[in-house]
C-alpha cells in the first residue's frame, strides 16, 4: 500500500508544475497524504503485468497449435507414402477399359447420376470444395426439361456442401469411406449397392487425381449402362476397340457390356476413393505446412510485443521510483 502511495505520488509530483526547493515539511505533508488515500483511488496491485500476462498467454497458445500442426503433418506424411503406392498400381485397373469401351464425357442422356468423391475430415486444403464445384457445374450441364441429373455423395464433407442448394437431388451419401484402409472388396459392395439402388444412363464420377504433394487435378470418368453403350456403338459413336474383338461363348454382346460396366466402375470407384485419399493427404501435408509456418511468424511478432512491453513496463516503474525517491529527498 504504501509503494503504491509513493508511485501515484511521484506521478502527481511528475505532472505538476516544478516547486523549487521543496521543504522537508512540505514533503512530508505530501507523503502523510498520499498515505491517507483510500484503498478504491489506487491502481489495483500488479495492473501494469496485465498486457504482458495477455501476451504471454497469446503465445502460449500460438505454440500449442504449432504442436497441432506439425504433428498433423508428420501424420499425414507417413500415410502418404503407403496409400501413394496403392494409388499408383490401381491405375491399371480402369485404365484398360476406356481402350475397350472409350470414355465419352460428352454423351447426351435422359438420367445422369454424378458420383462425388469427397473426404470425411477438413483441414486439407481446397480439394473438398475443388470437388462440389466440378459437381455442380457438371449437373447444371447435364439437367434440362426432358433430363434428369442426380447426386451420390461419398465423404462428410462434400455431403454438408451439397446438401445446402441439392438436398432435393441427393439420391446417395456413403461416410467414413476411409475410417479403414480402403480395399477392392470394400469399394465392390459398395458400387453394387449403388447399382442396385440408382437409375442411370451414364455414371460420371469426379475425384481428384493425385500428381505430387502440391499439386491435384479434378478428374471427371464417365462409364455408360449397357444399353446406352450398345446404342453408341451400333450409331457409330467413339466407343473403344470393343467391336473389333470376337465375342466367343453363349453371352451375348449385352451380358458382356454388363459385366464390364459393373466391373468398370468398380474398379473407376477404386481408383477414385485412392487417388482422392492421396490427394487428401498431400493437401493436409501443405496445409498444415503452411499453418506452422504462419504459427512461427505470429509467435515471433507476438515475443516482440512481449519483450517491448515487458521493457515499457520495467521503464516505467524505474522512472516512478526515482521520481519518488527524488521528491522525498527533496
Known sequence: MAMAALRREGRR???SPTVPNPSPAAASAAVTRSSA?????????????????????RMKSVKNIQKITKAMKMVAA????????????SRGLWQPFT???????????????IVAITSDKGLCGGINSTSVKVSRALHKLTSGPEKESKYVILGEKGKV????????????????LQKNPINYTQIAVLADDILKNVEYDALRVI??????VISFKPTVVTILSPEVAEKESEAGGK????????????????????NLAEFQFSCVLYNGALENACSELGARMSAMDSSSRNAGDMLDRLTLTYNRTRQASITTELIEIISGASALEG
Open 99 to 113: 481402350a475397350l469401351l472409350g470414355d465419352a464425357p460428352s454423351v447426351d442422356v435422359k438420367k445422369n447420376v
Open 161 to 176: 456442401q451439397l446438401v445446402r442448394d441439392s438436398r432435393n437431388n441427393i439420391e446417395m451419401t456413403v461416410t467414413e
Open 78 to 89: 507417413s500415410k502418404l507414402r503407403a496409400v501413394q503406392t496403392r494409388t499408383e498400381n
Open 13 to 15: 509530483i511528475l505532472l
Open 207 to 212: 475425384f481428384n487425381k493425385f500428381h505430387s
Open 239 to 258: 466407343m473403344g476397340d470393343l467391336d473389333s474383338y470376337e465375342i466367343e461363348g453363349g453371352e451375348t454382346k449385352s451380358e458382356i457390356l454388363q
Open 37 to 57: 488515500i483510500s484503498q478504491p483511488e489506487m491502481a489495483p496491485l500488479g495492473a501494469r503485468s496485465i498486457s504482458t500476462q495477455v501476451v504471454r498467454n
